[in-house]
Every structure is written in C-alpha cells, then in structure tokens.
C-alpha cells in the first residue's frame, strides 16, 4: 500500500502562483510515475501534468507554459508549480503515483484526498 499526500493548495487570485507538494510512502519512490489530475465541480477528472521514472514530463495543453511538474527523488515528493494562475484553473487537485504503471493508468496506482485550489478573479 502507497500513502499519497497533497499539500499546498489554497485561494489566489487571478495570475498568481501555488507550488503543490505530493509525498508518497515507500522505499521505491523513484520508480513511481507520478501525475497531477484535477476535477472541477461538474466535470470529469482530468491529468494536468505527469512525470515518469525517468523524469519526462508531459502536461495537459490547457496549462503549458504556465504549470511545471518536478520530482525529488531523495525526499519522496512531487512537486507542481503552477504560474499564471486563471479562474478556470480552479478545481480539487489529486496526486497519483503509480509504482508499476503509467501516471496514464488511472486505475492501477494510489490517489491523494486531494487539494483544493481556487482562483478569484
């Protein structure tokens, strides 16, 4: 069993900037593909951004450019940091790791409560 925990999430106003930490349990961090997903009210789950063990990276086209996923390996966390922040960026953030799979796999890993984030304009 993977623990996930989300931090960092919070109110900011339009075009300000939020770094969401993501702490998942375990001895073999550095071989989980780690994603970012966020569900706003009324609509389905989406992947924002997902890193693989490798560290490549792979972002969702509504937020390149403005959002950045990174890992820190020593301390078992992945990191996002969003920029540029709009009202539509508003939603319940979750952190995914998966240990065997892809950040794709939606069913095969470990999820997060997740974290609000809200946007006001």
């Known amino acids: 069993q993977v623990q996930v925990v989300e931090s960092g999430g919070g109110m900011v106003q339009v075009g300000g900037s939020l770094r969401l930490s993501c702490a998942a349990s375990?001895?073999?961090?550095?071989?989980?593909?780690m994603g970012w997903y966020r569900q706003a009210p009324g609509k389905q789950r989406e992947l924002v951004a997902g890193i693989t063990r490798g560290g490549s990276t792979n972002y969702a086209d509504s937020v390149k450019g403005r959002f950045t996923i990174s890992r820190d390996n020593a301390k078992n966390t992945v990191y996002l940091q969003m920029n540029s922040l709009k009202p539509e960026d508003t939603a319940v953030y979750y952190c995914?790791?998966?240990?065997?799979?892809?950040?794709?796999?939606?069913?095969?890993?470990?999820w997060g409560q997740g974290t609000q984030v809200t946007v006001s304009s």
């Open positions: 995914y790791a998966n240990p065997v799979g892809s950040y794709y796999d939606a069913m095969g890993g470990y």
């Open positions: 375990g001895s073999r961090f550095s071989i989980y593909a």
